[in-house]
């Protein structure tokens, strides 16, 4: 059985996120966490709060989190139509990263959560709950939905690489998982300065058709591009991606594109849904 944690903070793309993945995970038998994370914001904060005062906003908060919880699970429990699904519903104070990293050391094998999105390359969502998430590079794969995005068959994943680390198959798992589930062919792809590969990438070149063997897969590549932007349409409308996923290096090739932290950046700027892989340890 998979248990995936699902963050909610009763959004239409937080909900959106949770259909996503009900869909995308139809096939298997399925636990998941959802979770509201509650704590008071910067004006309930404001003035001179006595211990007492500070009790009651807090107990506001958690009565409110319930009463939505409980909508939630009726209008999801409602509708289940994957018999095969199982649900439980629990609401924290706190914040969600705090939580999250309370969780590295539990057996869950996804996080789906929902993105808002942006319009342009200084809108990164500081301070937003995804931007958080993804900054904690924590080691539990992370799907991110974002809100336009509706569940289609995967006919295709994209793995976006460039062969300049080693592969394990512990980091690939959640990728080959959802391969298999929907039949769908992986193509990797390269974004190239130079068409030449070194001989260390074809050695990790080697070992990641090894390790792909048990999937359909395929090798693309594509000329580096100035915007992130243009990159994803590439990849989307040219090779009909319909999840991209990439391993979160410390220091990965997308960083180095734009030299800025474009992990985060698509997050926000794509419509695909986003698998974030952890580094294996």
């Not at 509706?150 to 300049?164: K, M, W």
């Not at 100035?226 to 290096?249: A, G, Q, R, T």
């Not at 990965?252 to 849904?273: M, N, W």
């Amino acid at each position: 059985m998979l248990r995936i944690f699902i963050p909610t903070d009763f959004s239409d793309h937080s909900i959106n996120a949770l259909k996503y993945a009900q869909f995308l995970f139809q096939k298997e038998q399925v636990e998941f966490a959802v979770l509201h994370a509650y704590e008071p914001s910067a004006l309930q904060f404001l003035g001179n709060k006595s211990p007492s005062a500070l009790k009651r906003v807090y107990g506001r908060l958690k009565i409110k989190a319930l009463k939505q919880l409980e909508d939630l699970k009726a209008v999801v429990c409602g509708n289940n139509q994957f018999k095969n699904h199982s649900y439980s519903w629990k609401a924290r104070e706190g914040h969600l990263t705090e939580i999250i990293d309370e969780l590295l050391a539990t057996d869950y094998q996804y996080i789906v959560m929902g993105s808002k999105g942006a319009t342009g390359l200084k809108e990164i969502f500081i301070g937003s709950t995804t931007f958080d998430v993804v900054s904690l590079r924590h080691n539990i794969p992370l799907l991110i939905v974002p809100e336009q995005s509706q569940f289609v068959e995967l006919s295709n994943i994209g793995f976006a690489t460039d062969f300049q680390n080693f592969y394990f198959k512990e980091e690939l798992n959640p990728l080959l998982t959802i391969a298999k589930l929907w039949e769908s062919t992986v193509r990797t792809i390269k974004i190239y300065d130079t068409l030449e590969i070194t001989e260390k990438q074809k050695r990790h070149l080697s070992k990641l058709k090894e390790l792909l063997k048990e999937v359909d897969f395929s090798f693309h590549v594509i000329e580096k591009y100035s915007s992130i932007e243009n990159c994803i349409y590439e990849f989307k409308e040219e090779l009909e991606i319909d999840l991209m996923v990439m391993i979160d290096y410390s220091k990965s090739f997308f960083d180095r594109l734009l030299d800025e932290p474009v992990v985060k950046k698509i997050s926000f700027h794509t419509r695909l849904p986003f698998l974030i892989l952890p580094e294996a340890n």
